[in-house]
């Protein structure tokens, strides 16, 4: 998996990682494991998941029984909702990195656009950013007008934009927009929640390359630009989720697939996430200290 992207910073960032989203720290812990050891360098969690413990766990062992180094991994976190303001999020690295016993981090990203707060909290991202602790800062979850906001009072262009994307909800205008932006842009929930993976089309193409819909899905991201974070806590399944680079998508394939957007987002996203109040009531579950 040595496909990388280079970021607007001149950052290089792996095109394929491991998600860890529904995923307990016992759970994360495994999965990372195996992930690097399978030649996985990109790893994704969150403060909001409660697992960069586990995480935290899983990346340690994983160096010391591959014998690699921490810089041959990418690792991403993100700011929790509850955390964001200027001091709250100066604050927030600490835990996060204390969590995870890592002393940097290659891309802290602000999980979710939480209205009225979102620009202090990027100015204090690009204050932790000079400061040398991550090597590259972005967001999630933005949509083009929250985005276009941010951008007018950044100092620092976001390198990556997280978003929801899959088949049934690829996210054209937003890749458009974060594309001419220079903002690479990631997929979170890249398999669609089971609705893509089981889709005919998806299959067909699948069947003809010998290959499982879930990778004809994950290359289609790859071949489009997306970098793409896939989640399983099952062996077979991280392994065969990286095995994505003995085949390729015909135009044709491509435009098949781009031709199943139905445009949709996960329900939860549009009814609580915006509203980033809501959201940050919903847990409450981790520990800081
Ligand atoms: P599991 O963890 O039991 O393997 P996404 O990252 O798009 O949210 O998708 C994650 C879901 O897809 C999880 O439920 C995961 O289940 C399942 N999944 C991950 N990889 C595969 C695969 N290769 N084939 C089928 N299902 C998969």
């Not at 969690?45 to 180094?69: D, F, P, S, W």
């Not at 976001?158 to 974060?178: D, H, R, S, W, Y």
């Not at 989720?241 to 098949?256: G, K, P, Q, R, V």
């Amino acid at each position: 998996l040595e496909q990388t992207t280079t970021l607007n910073n001149g950052v290089k960032m792996p095109k394929l990682g491991l998600g860890v989203w529904k995923t307990d720290n016992k759970s994360a812990k495994e999965s990372v494991k195996t992930a690097i050891k399978k030649g996985y360098h990109l790893i994704d969690t969150a403060k909001q998941y409660g697992n960069e413990t586990g995480v935290g766990e899983g990346i340690k062992e994983a160096l010391a029984e591959t014998g690699m180094n921490r810089k041959d991994l990418f690792i991403t976190t993100k700011l929790f909702n509850g955390d964001q303001g200027y001091e709250s999020t100066i604050n927030a690295l600490e835990g996060t990195l204390k969590r995870l016993d890592l002393t940097y981090l290659d891309l802290y990203l602000v999980h979710w656009p939480v209205d009225g707060k979102y620009i202090d909290t990027w100015k204090a991202m690009e204050e932790l950013y000079r400061q040398g602790k991550i090597r590259a800062i972005g967001v999630s979850n933005f949509d083009n007008d929250r985005l276009q906001d941010l951008l007018n009072h950044a100092d620092i262009v976001p390198a990556v934009n997280q978003m929801e994307t899959n088949p049934i909800n690829q996210e054209k205008g937003i890749l458009e927009f974060n594309n001419h932006a220079g903002i690479q842009l990631e997929a979170w929930s890249p398999l669609g929640g089971g609705e893509a993976l089981s889709n005919p089309e998806v299959n067909k193409i699948a069947e003809k390359h010998n290959k499982s819909a879930a990778q004809v899905i994950l290359r289609w991201d790859w071949q489009r630009g997306f970098v793409t974070i896939p989640k399983s806590s099952h062996e077979a399944r991280i392994i065969q989720n990286s095995d994505i680079f003995d085949f390729e998508l015909s135009e044709a394939e491509m435009d098949a697939i781009n031709q199943l957007d139905k445009g949709k987002r996960s329900l939860w996203y549009e009814n609580f996430a915006w509203h980033g109040g809501e959201y940050v009531d919903e847990v409450d579950h981790w520990d800081d200290s």
